[in-house]
Structure formats: C-alpha cells, structure tokens
C-alpha cells in the first residue's frame, strides 16, 4: 500500500503541478495582452493627440499665410492708388500748364494783332505824309521860289520832328503798360527766391598771416643761411615776409590753395618745433591731402544740399575749389550757392525745372576755379570747355556762357541765372571794392553823363546805382529827355563794367518867377 500511496501521490503532485504550471502560463499570457493592449492603445492616442497637433499648425500657418498675403494686397494698393493720384496730380498740372500756354498764345496773338494795326495805321499815316509832302512842295516851289531840293530839307525836318515826337511817346506809353503789367510779378517772384535763401557777408583775402611766439622761433623758420624758409617757399609755392612785422609772419600768394595750404604747414610746424627741410616737405605735403580732401568734402556736401543729382567727381573738385576762390571779396562757393537757390526758386515759381535751374546756377561761374593758376581765357571760357567736355546739357552750357552777356541767352533758364547773379552780386554786404575804384566809377558815370549837349550838371548817387541829370529846359525838350536817357543807358552798358543795375534819371524844369511891386 506504501509504494501504491506514494505512487498516487507523486501523480497527483505531477497533475497538480503541470495545472498550477498551465495556470501560470495563462495568467502571464492575460499580462502581456493587457501590456500590449495598452501600448496600442497609448499609440493611438499619441497618434490622434499629433494629427490634432498638425491639423491645428496647418491651420495657424494657413492663418498667418492668409492675413500675410491681405497684408501685401492691402499695401499694393495703396501704392497703386497713391501711384493713380500722383498720376492724376501731374494730369492737372500739365492741364494747368497748357491752359497757361494757350492763353499765352492768345495773348501773344492778341498783341500780335494790335501790332499789325498800328503797322498799318503807321502805313496809312506815312501815305498821308507823303501826299501832304507833294502838296507843300508845289506849294513852295510856286509861291516862296524854293527849290525843290530845299523844300524837300525843310519838310524832311518838319516830318523827322513831327514823327521823332509821335515815336518816342509810343515808345514811353508801350513802357509805361509793360511796366505797370510786368514789374509787380517779377518783384514779387524776385523778393520771394531772395527771401527763401541765407545772406552771408564774406571778405576777400589775398594774404594770409600766421602769428609767431618770439624771436628765436623766426629764426628757425628762417634756418641756417635761409635754408628752411627757401624749401618751405620751393615746397607750398608761396612767399613767406618775416621782417615787416616783429611777430607775424606774412603769407603771399595769388592761389589761395596753396596759400591755405603754407598756412595750416607753417602753424603745424611753429607748435610741433621741429624745422627742417626734410620735416618740412613731409608736413607740407600731409597738408596738401588734407586741403584737397577738404576740397572734396565742400563739393560734395553742396551737391547733396543742392539736391542736384549725379555730377562728374572732376566738376565736385572744382565746385569744392571755389572756397578758395573770392571775387570783388565775395566767396565764389557762397556766390554760386546763392545764385542756384534764387535761380531755383525762380524756376519753382515759374513752373520750370528747378534742379536743372539750381545745377546750372551752381556752375555759372565754375571757371573761376581754373583760372586760379592763370589760365588762358576768361572764366566763361574756361568753365563753358571744362562742363561740355564733362557731359552737361546744352541748358547748363548755355547758362554759363551767357551769364555775362558773351552769347545769346537761349533758355527761360539762362535769364534766371542772369538774374540770380545779378542779385547776389549787388545784395548789400555781398562785394566790397576799393575806395579809388569807387571813386573812379562814380567820376566815370558823371563823365559819361556830362558828354551829351544840353546837360547843366550831373550827380552820381547811391553809391553808383542812380544818377540824375538836370538838362537845361530851354535846349531839351520833354521828347529829348526822354531820348536822352535812353541813349546815356545805352553808353553806360556799353563802356562801364559794375555789378547789378544803374537808374538813370534825366530831369528838366522849368520855373517862372515875377515879382509883384
């Protein structure tokens, strides 16, 4: 029964084994369903929880893209719609603008017109003349026994007087109308470009002067045997006077470049303490940079404050030269800025261009910066080669070369800058000439003045701008008066040279005096 019992119970042991071993297997089994249920399942989630994600980025990017893309649209047409009404500004204007020349071109044939009739009416007047010119000569050759050659002298004289007075009082009514319509408009347009620009009063230098500290420092510069003040002179091209004054030191040249140049060298030199030729070639020529790249740096800052666009660097250098340059003591760049801001006004308010006013302003008188070393021809000449072998337009040539009256003024522009430079030059304060100049200008108006018959005396005034003349009233009459100061004018322009305008008066009085007893 022993091995019979513990048979059994090994097999029941093995039984119960092999089913605790089977109820293992499935319960671990059941674990790793549930481990790889919740692993999918969490997949899923994180694979819904990014499409979500993504769906949601393209949205945001869709949004941004959308409000972008209306963003652009919206700016496109503004800048179409501010495009449409600068379009639509610049169709008034030229609107404007052609009603303006049409009703100048009436104007123009209206006076036209009037012209053709007093030409005929001055015709018919002549056919008149001639016929009472026939009459009068049968007349006097059978009653006063005139020969036909004097009648003819006489009658001439009697027409030529007759047709002198009729002439000269048109001529002064045509003035007078022209005077009346025009010279308010040119005043106010004068007034307004002089009013928009900076007076600047300047001072000619010819000399330049430095300022010593004592005696054994003018020995230096002098150097052994005079070494040191003749490579000094030989280096800048100036002349150097010590012995006129104890402590100064005169510069003299007629190129004030190299005369600013010598100047900034020599005080360099004097507090730096060392003097030698060696030394001073060295800082002469650090000096010669600096001044020509100040040069450079005038030019250029009046281009870009002109506003005149592009412009040839070799025509920047010269318009940065005329720093140096003075004319009648008016700084030739400050003389060229103004007449470029009074020219261009002018142009604004007359509806031309004004940056090509404003351009050929600043360069009317660019020639006085090549005539600084002497150059053959004047500076008209000189600045008219110069601009047309650098590419300037024929507008701006014409403006230089006419500025002094050498050749016709062909453009609107052209009289502008002739006005303009007028105006600078004789604005007060702008010029300064000698006192023997002034006295010899003043002496040569009277003079002029004094050479017409039936003058009694003649008196320059406002420092040359004005003279009045008093004619005796029995020898000019009021018509000669007239004439006479047409033709003094006319004498004047054509021997005397002065800035700005000279008014001339011719005055004729006559008084009657009794006396009651």
Known sequence: MTPLWITLAGIVGLVLGILLMVAYSKAGLNKNQQQAQQILDKAQSDAEARLKQAVLDGKTQAHDLKVEAEKEIKERRQEVMEMENKLLRR???????DESLNQKEKDLANQTKKVNEKLIALEEKDKQLQKEIDRQIEVLEGVARMTSQEARTELFALVEKQMEHETMAYI????????STAARNAQEIIALSIERMAQQETMDRTISVVTIPGEEMKGRIIGREGRNIRAFEQATGVELNIDDTPDLITITCFNPIRREVARLALEYLIRDGRIQPGRIEEVVKKFQHEVEAE????G???????????????IVRLIGTLKYRFSYGQNALQHSIEVALIAGSMAAELGLNQHMAKRAGLLHDIGKALNIDQQEGSHVDLGYKFCKKHGEKD?????????HGDVEAKYLTSHLVIAADTISAARPGARKESAQAYVERLENLEKIANEFEGVSQAYAIQAGREIRIMVVPDAVNDTACV??????????????????????????????????K
């Open 172 to 179: 002064k009514e045509q003035e007078d109308n022209a005077k």
């Open 483 to 516: 004439k006479m100061a047409r033709a003094i004018r006319d004498k004047i322009e054509s021997e005397l040279t002065y800035p700005g305008q000279i008014k001339v008066n011719v005055i004729r009085e006559v008084r009657a005096q009794e006396i009651a």
């Open 300 to 314: 250029e800052e009046t281009v870009f404050k002109l506003g005149i666009g592009r412009i040839d660097r070799e």
């Open 295 to 298: 040069i450079m740096k005038a």
């Open 395 to 403: 507008i701006v040539l014409n403006a230089i070369a006419s500025h």
């Open 91 to 97: 169709e008034d204007s030229l609107n404007f603008r």
